[in-house]
C-alpha cells in the first residue's frame, strides 16, 4: 500500500524540481536578440516602416 509523503519530503522534492529547472534553463537573451536582423538593420538605416516616399520619375507620393 502506497504511503502519502510527509511534508518535509513534499518540499524536498519540490525544492530539487526547482533546482532542476534554474540548472537547465536557457540562457537569458539579449536586446540585441529581441530585434530580427532585417529590422536591426532598418533602425540603423533610419528607416520607417511607415514613411512616406516620393516618385522621382512621376512626383507621386505613397507610403512605404
Known amino acids: 500500500m502506497p ?9 524536498a522534492v519540490a525544492a530539487a524540481i526547482e533546482r ?11 536586446e540585441e536578440d529581441a530585434i530580427g536582423p532585417w529590422q536591426r538593420a532598418a533602425l540603423l538605416e533610419g528607416v520607417s516602416a511607415k514613411g512616406t516616399v516620393k516618385d522621382s520619375e512621376e ?3 505613397w507610403l512605404s
Open 20 to 30: 532542476f529547472r534554474a540548472e537547465t534553463a536557457p540562457a537569458p537573451g539579449t
Open 59 to 61: 512626383g507621386e507620393r
Open 3 to 11: 504511503r502519502t509523503p510527509s511534508e518535509d519530503e513534499a518540499v
